[in-house]
């Protein structure tokens, strides 16, 4: 279903060798026979090299990142590194984020602002370092994790759904832009999904949540996956622009 993604060249933003979105894209990636340069902050570069090895293991050519990617230089490095190994950037798939759930109250401006320089701004800074080139190259796939609370909030997270709600709005207005160029630029924004992020919250929020479900249960790393590949290969994804797919398990019907 995904072959062409054989020989694509994949940067993805947020990446780690834990368990969670930024281990299975990642991999999805490699047994698709795509190449990879990863983003990392929060492994440490040993896990990462073991990650990295693993994904090698499955046929793709590796390369490492690390670096804060609300930072200007981080995004610079992925696309310099993607270019002087391969030439090109095929897509991108940003999924670096944060998730501080608080009361609003309680919430500092040190955190607000964090928030949505991870979120938005780490959007934001590598969409823009990728474009020129896919551009010159007459096409290219921008993907970015958002979150069903982007588009619903959800008490305690109103830093997290604003930088979230962003990533949505920025991304229809790079498609309209870009469009012209044969450049797609998508949202996958998942509904609870069992990753760190969800060890931020309180037991009260996660029954809460459970509660309100249609499928009651939240999702799994390797059910959002598949919606990342889709928007990422040809023909499958080539229709869809502006657009934000929900694995949601219900909570998000648009």
């Given amino acids: 279903m995904f072959e062409s ?129 896919m551009i010159a190259a007459g096409g290219g796939r921008v993907i970015s994790i958002s979150s069903q609370v982007g588009q619903k909030g959800s008490e305690e997270h109103a830093h997290y759904a604003a930088a979230k709600a962003g990533v949505i709005a920025f991304s229809k207005s790079v498609a309209r832009e870009v469009g012209r160029h044969g450049i797609t630029v998508n949202c996958v924004a998942p509904g609870p999904i069992q990753t760190r992020l969800m060890g931020e919250v309180t037991d009260d929020w996660r029954a809460g949540k459970l509660a309100e479900l249609v499928i009651p249960r939240f999702g799994t790393p390797e059910e959002v996956v598949p919606s990342v590949l889709l928007l990422a290969s040809s023909p499958g994804g080539d229709l869809y622009t502006g657009q934000t797919l929900g694995p949601n398990s219900g909570d998000v019907m648009l």
């Fill in 5 to 133: 993604l054989r020989d694509r060249v994949v940067i993805v933003t947020g990446a780690g060798s834990g368990p969670g979105m930024g281990r299975e894209i990642p991999l999805a990636f490699a047994r698709a026979g795509s190449h990879l340069i990863l983003n990392h902050l929060i492994d440490s570069s040993h896990d990462m090299q073991g990650f990295a090895d693993e994904l090698r293991a499955l046929g793709a050519q590796v390369d490492l990142v690390h670096g804060d990617i609300a930072r200007e230089e981080t995004s610079a490095a992925l696309v310099d590194t993607a270019l002087a190994r391969h030439g090109r950037v095929d897509v991108l798939v940003n999924n670096a984020g944060i998730s501080t759930p608080a009361p609003l109250v309680d919430i500092s401006l040190e955190q607000w602002q964090r928030m949505l320089d991870v979120n938005l701004t780490g959007v934001f800074l590598p969409t823009r370092a990728v474009l020129p080139h």
